[in-house]
């Protein structure tokens, strides 16, 4: 029986359907389809029916998924035990946040792919927060803070946020001083989140309101140019505008927690070395990491 079968078999069990699970996959749909038939042929039963919709477990299918993707598992771990230290192979699907991600992270991601050519790396580049088992997702790199939940994460690094506004806006608005000043004025958002400020070691809480809202941070710097509000970005992206005078940080006496880079996966006693890699190289180039912990999907 062909291990990548069981693999792709799995895949289209847990996508709903061979299209899904062909983009999971990164191969065309009648790979998936043919991979399924010599499956089926095989076992001489029908594991998926195939609907307008997608394709639904047959009852040998919900019974033969779980110990499909167990012997898959399972044959991963026993070859990172044999092989601790041999070449990375497989396929890493990863879910990297839109902003920040293609300048600052795709290159250690392509660093990787140079360094382990038998490994296929698949990114996902999106600020929405993705569910990885759902959506099968091997892990994702996350940016800001991170709320408790089963998820495990790992942090490889800081980000230094800060308050930036357009000199037209500061002329038409003028600038706040402190976080209860902030409550009058346009602030471009990402949702309905409150902001944190610190004031020594105390923490400040504040609920802004705006009108404009993206759910991308190069949308809200775009915005912030335009003289539209005020925004809490990344100095990553944002160090540029400063230095030309695009734009201008606000109320520095308050300035944002210092948040992190996270590599965030599903709960898991032994994570896949490709992950471990992964989360190695993000900490050589970002930092070092405390111990991990758990983390919001």
């Known amino acids: 029986m062909d291990i990548e079968e069981l693999r792709t078999f799995v895949e289209v069990a847990d996508a709903g ?12 749909k009648s790979i998936v389809s043919r991979q399924l038939a010599r499956l089926e042929a095989e076992l001489g039963v ?14 040998a299918g919900v019974t033969f998924r779980d110990h499909a993707a167990r012997a898959c598992a399972e044959i991963d771990a026993a070859r990172e035990l044999i092989q601790p230290d041999g070449e990375l192979r497989g396929r890493l699907r990863i879910a990297v946040p839109l902003t920040f991600g293609p300048t600052h992270l795709a290159p250690v991601l392509a660093d ?3 360094r382990h050519p038998q490994l ?3 990114a996902s580049y999106n600020d929405r927060f993705v569910d990885l088992v759902a959506e099968g997702f091997d892990c994702a790199i996350r940016i800001g803070y991170l709320q408790d939940s089963n998820l495990i ?5 800081p980000i230094y946020g800060r308050l930036v506004a357009s000199p037209d806006y500061i002329k038409a608005h003028g600038s706040p001083e402190t976080p209860d000043e902030l409550v009058v004025h346009q602030v471009l958002m990402q949702g309905t989140e409150p902001w944190h400020f610190t ?7 504040i609920r802004p309101q705006g009108r404009f809202k993206a759910d991308n941070g190069t949308a809200l710097m775009a915005a912030a ?9 990344p100095e990553g992206i944002t160090q540029d505008h400063v230095a030309s005078g695009a ?11 210092l948040a992190g880079i996270y590599v965030v996966r599903p709960p898991s006693p032994h994570p896949a070395r490709k992950v471990r890699v992964l989360t190695d190289m993000l900490i050589a180039c970002f930092g070092k990491a405390p111990n991990p912990v758990s983390v919001d999907r």
């Open 17 to 28: 359907g061979v299209s899904s699970a062909a983009r999971r996959l990164g191969v065309s």
């Open 247 to 257: 734009l201008v940080p606000v109320m520095t006496r308050y300035p944002p927690p």
């Open 225 to 233: 140019l335009a003289g539209l509000g005020i925004a809490w970005l």
């Open 120 to 122: 296929h790396i698949h």
């Open 153 to 157: 994460a790992r942090h490889v690094g």
């Open 112 to 114: 990787m792919a140079r």
């Open 46 to 59: 029908q594991l998926l029916a195939r609907t307008t919709r997608g394709a639904a477990l047959t009852e």
């Open 199 to 205: 004031d020594g070691d105390k923490i400040i809480t």
